[in-house]
């Protein structure tokens, strides 16, 4: 450590009188989730082929000690684009309300100083849910989810080629402006499938074969701004949100314990200003990237904007040592989603201490490993970083709670594989509670349990997710989340009533869990009990008055029961709520169809196809509507756009023909209804048009062989009668 500081000392005296660099135009910022530092050759690995990042970390500066503020990719994420610590950004669990509109984020400091902005991101844990969107002109989050995907939350994602090469588009497109880009790859988070020739290279040790595909996508990221003259004038910063355990400690992936292992990333940076081939010393915190990358770009943050981090660039130019700081770091998912204690980490330099129930102390420079408990022989150092600590976690729960749980419903769903205790009631309950390092073969056992559970249900195997989610119930664990499963489960199994009793606990337990509202409806209706459908419906518009489901099932409801009035009511406070939904202005256009008010049911089915013109099944609705009302033209066109979408619906086929038909152009009809039958052979009324067209082009034929009989040959006629191909 000494003679770092004096060899850099040394530097910066040769450096001196040297102009200094002009500040970067462009940031890129490539996160590469679940990267352990210990995988990349320039972070001394000899298994694992990363020569770009290697290169990288020559040409740029490497901090040999770079850690993260939480082992979850949200909250991990936010500290890095804000400069704050979860407990202060607010952020805490992946599954968590948007960020509060009250803190800004690096997007959009530097959009306001006139960067263009963009993101590619590729995992649904970052989507523009997360608040994380704001001040990108771009944001890349879209990723296909169906409904039987059997996949978890934290696995939808896109794999990293994709997002790369958009990324280098618009690099591409935007080469001339300064600008801002954010590069997210998920590959190096399981499911562990690195593409070939990955796979049969790190055979048996996918997650290292995951790491060597992604600095294959790196390199062509860093290929993409040499070749478009940018490498000069970039500030490039690579770093990870987290490590991955590997079985350390037990832990096979992140997020439930606070080891090295999870916590410490790889932190490159490279661009004007910074020293090619630094090591920086001492610890760079994600806190401190926001300040670091401003300080750079020469771009001040708004007045009254503190951040928590401090930057590195003077260390990083090689003008200054890094000054020792704490680090500290959190994780919340044992008790968020068990009830079993959270755990909070403060390191300063080497040691590094956690408090759990059992309290640890680690000397992380000389047990890499955090395998040697020094809390009773280094007790005085234990203590300091103990009060420390606490202090910090005082003033945090002296801090305005947020009151509103609003987390939104499709996220908490798509995260079911993890129980969830709601997170206001947990943070609230004190009393001892278990120790993580106690709990973590329960916490593979109930997430292996919840998480075959949830396959069976979304792979429709009722009867064996039922029995895993009793299993669970018998094991006590009571997240409100296996109530919930259960009930869909049982719901699968035509159990209503038991489904019922399932969701009602659902919500004693927690009364914000707004899905189980939805589901409590649908099965009280489906046992005839419309009016406690719709008390369900409306109990659940209280804890959701922004969320538009609750009165579009409503309008559901009472359609089916021939309440169109209700019905329409419903779908109109449905509108209000999601002015772009294109599906509630097609059911509400088609109840106005229904009750003859033409013009505007037009209108909304017109919006509708509008707002979403790739619905083959709108196109039909709208053409049935302008067809009906004598506008063939109109109907036309739109049948045209719904057979174009989808060539497979018999019934879109038969209405495109039957328009063309009505419009005099029998001879053009015809394919129309030969494909309709060709799709489906029972489709009688297309038979019928058949026989219609031709009994039509007999008698043309009829007509014409008379005439001639009478006359001279009309050329003309004969050509213009021609009869339909068969
Ligand atoms: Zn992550």
């Not at 530097?11 to 352990?36: F, M, N, Q, W, Y």
């Not at 994780?331 to 080497?350: I, Q």
């Not at 489901?549 to 509108?575: S, V």
């Not at 039957?658 to 394919?671: C, F, I, M, T």
Request: proline share 6%; with cysteine.
């Amino acid at each position: 450590m000494r003679l770092a500081a004096f060899a850099l000392l040394l530097s910066l005296l040769a450096c001196r009188g040297k102009e200094p660099a002009p500040p970067p135009r462009h940031l890129v910022l490539v996160t590469i989730d679940t990267l352990r530092a210990d995988r990349l050759s320039c972070y001394g690995n000899r298994d694992v082929a990363t020569p770009h990042l290697d290169r990288i970390a020559t040409e740029g500066a490497l901090a040999r000690d770079a850690s993260v503020h939480a082992p979850l990719t949200r909250p991990s994420h936010v500290s890095i684009l804000t400069g704050l610590y979860p407990a202060e950004h607010g952020i805490r669990d992946n599954v968590s309300p948007p960020l509060s509109e009250k803190i800004p984020t690096l997007a959009q400091v530097l959009q306001s100083a006139g960067y263009r902005t963009a993101a590619f991101v590729s995992s649904i844990v970052l989507s523009s849910q997360s608040g994380l969107s704001r001040g990108f002109e771009t944001y890349a989050d879209s990723f296909e989810i169906s409904e039987n995907d059997a996949r978890f939350l934290n696995t939808i994602q896109r794999r990293g080629d994709g997002p790369t090469q958009e990324a280098i588009e618009w690099i591409t497109a935007n080469r001339g402006e300064r600008f801002f880009l954010w590069l997210h790859l998920y590959d190096p988070h399981d499911p562990y499938e690195p593409p070939e020739p990955y796979a049969s290279r790190y055979r048996g040790r996918e997650y290292d074969g995951e790491v060597a595909w992604s600095d294959e996508l790196m390199g062509r990221l860093d290929d993409a701004l040499s070749k478009l003259g940018l490498k000069e004038t970039t500030l490039l910063v690579v770093t990870s949100d987290h490590g991955e355990g590997l079985g350390e400690h037990g832990e096979t992936h992140h997020g439930f314990f606070l080891y090295e292992s999870t916590l410490r990333v790889p932190l490159l940076l490279r661009g004007p200003g910074v020293r090619p081939g630094l090591r920086l010393e001492g610890t760079a915190r994600s806190v401190d990237l926001l300040p670091t990358a401003l300080d750079f770009l020469g771009v001040v943050a708004p007045a009254g904007q503190a951040f928590s981090g401090r930057s590195l660039a003077g260390a990083l130019r090689g003008e200054e040592l890094l000054p020792a700081v704490p680090t500290y770091a959190e994780t919340l998912v044992p008790l968020l989603h068990f009830g079993w204690s959270d755990l909070h980490a403060a390191r300063e330099r080497e040691w590094k201490f956690i408090l759990a129930p059992r309290p640890e102390l680690y000397n992380v420079q000389k047990d890499a490993e955090e395998l040697e408990n020094r809390i009773v022989f280094d007790s005085a150092r234990a203590k300091v970083l103990r009060a420390d600590l606490e202090r910090r976690l005082a003033d945090e729960s002296e801090a305005p709670a947020d009151s509103s749980p609003a987390v939104p419903p499709d996220l908490l769903e798509k995260l079911g594989a993890l129980g969830y205790v709601s997170a206001t009631a947990a943070l609230k309950t004190t009393g001892p509670r278990a120790d993580p390092k106690d709990k973590i073969e329960d916490y593979k056992e109930v997430s292996r349990l919840l998480r075959e559970g949830m396959t069976a249900l979304r792979e429709k195997r009722y009867g064996e997710s039922a029995a895993r989610f009793r299993t669970l119930l018998a094991r006590e664990t009571e997240s409100l989340e296996v109530h919930y499963y259960l009930g869909r489960a049982l719901i699968g199994l035509g159990e209503d009533r038991e489904a019922a009793a399932q969701f009602a606990k659902t919500l004693e337990r927690d009364p914000w869990f707004t899905p189980a509202y939805l589901e409590l409806a649908n099965v009280r209706f489906a046992l005839k009990d419309v009016k406690g459908a719709v008390a369900s419906l409306r109990d659940g518009q209280k804890r959701a008055p922004a969320d538009p489901r609750f009165f579009d099932r409503e309008g559901e409801m009472w359609q089916k029961i021939g309440r169109p009035g209700e019905a329409i009511r419903a779908y109109q406070a449905a509108l209000a709520l999601a002015p772009k939904d294109a599906l509630v202005r097609v059911r509400l256009g088609e109840l106005y169809r229904d009750q003859g008010e033409i013009e505007r049911a037009k209108s909304l089915l017109s919006e509708a196809v509008k707002l979403n013109p790739n619905s083959a099944s709108y196109w039909n609705s709208l053409g049935m509507l302008l067809g009906g009302g004598g506008d063939l033209k109109g109907g036309e066109e739109a049948f045209r756009s719904a057979f174009r979408l989808d060539g497979t619906n018999a019934q879109y086929a038969y209405n495109l023909g039957l328009a063309v038909l009505r419009q005099g152009r029998p001879a053009e009809a015809g394919p129309y209804f030969r494909k309709t039958l060709e799709l489906e052979p029972r489709f009688q009324a297309a038979r019928d048009r058949l026989s219609e067209i031709r009994t039509h082009e007999e008698r043309k034929a009829r007509e014409r062989s008379e005439e001639s009989a009478r006359g001279p040959v009309n050329t003309q006629k004969v050509r213009s009668g021609t009869l339909p191909r068969s």
